[in-house]
């Protein structure tokens, strides 16, 4: 079992649809991360949400944290192609020090 | 913005040999120094995490042995696959964390490397 379950696993949708991924867990984050990945390339990471029930927006991306600060979603309006990707959610839990743990990722295609 | 350079991007290696990594942060001082290991369409999955000048804290399951983790200096850390088999064949990513930096600062990524034993 993973500390952080992230859903769906996988997700193929088409251009122009909505569409929402989900990072969960039991255990408490002082902050969650957000990353995309490309193949064959290293994760970057895309926000960083660190007070309970925050909402932070990147163009048509929107990320909010829960109010208990153990879950957190990414939804993604008007998908576009370049917007494939594996989406990981990662965070350190509050009594884990700096050790990065990340969720189980969302591998996204969004097809022209 | 922080930059962590990894080397090499893929190597291709003979089954008993060894292999190096390296993974440096290019603009910031990094105390800590993480590397993860990647299979196919799965996440990352934390092998060590490297601290400057002293011994690397390995995952339950790695083998300290096999993977040799050295960070000699704030900019600077390996990864060596001993003696290495087809299994090890993998992607390995790298990332740090700036000094004096809290987690929700988030990490650099290096841009891995894909490791083949032939």
């Known amino acids: 079992t993973q500390l952080l379950e992230q859903s769906p696993q996988f997700l193929s949708i088409q251009e122009g649809e909505n569409l929402t991924v989900y990072c969960n867990s039991s255990?408490?984050?002082?902050?969650l991360q957000w990353y995309r990945q490309e193949p064959g390339e290293g994760p970057v990471l895309l926000v960083t949400?660190?007070?309970?029930?925050e909402v932070k927006k990147l163009k048509r991306l929107t990320f909010q944290f829960g109010d208990a600060r153990k879950d957190s979603s990414l939804h993604i309006t008007a998908a576009q192609p370049g917007d494939t990707g594996l989406y990981l959610c990662?965070?350190?839990?509050?009594?884990?020090?700096?050790?990065?743990?990340f969720g189980g990722g969302t591998r996204l295609m969004v097809k022209p | 913005g922080a930059v962590v350079s990894q080397h090499p991007s893929r190597v291709i290696c003979k089954s008993g040999t060894s292999v190096k990594i390296e993974c440096r942060s290019l603009?910031?001082?990094?105390?800590?120094m993480f590397w993860y290991r990647q299979f196919p369409k799965q996440s990352l999955m934390l092998m060590a995490t490297?601290?400057?000048?002293?011994?690397?804290?390995?995952e339950q399951g790695v083998e300290k042995d096999k993977f040799l983790i050295n960070h000699a200096s704030l900019t600077l850390s390996t990864l060596t696959v001993t003696s290495a088999h087809p299994e090890d064949s993998s992607f390995y990513i790298c990332?740090?964390?700036?000094?004096?930096?809290?987690?929700?600062?988030?990490?650099?990524f290096g841009s891995g490397t894909r490791l083949t034993v032939v």
């Open positions: 603009d910031f001082q990094a105390t800590t």
């Open positions: 949400v660190v007070t309970g029930g």
């Open positions: 990662a965070g350190a839990p509050d009594n884990a020090g700096n050790m990065l743990t």
């Open positions: 255990s408490v984050f002082s902050s």
């Open positions: 990332s740090a964390t700036r000094a004096g930096h809290k987690t929700n600062y988030g990490y650099t």
């Open positions: 490297s601290n400057e000048g002293s011994k690397a804290t390995y």
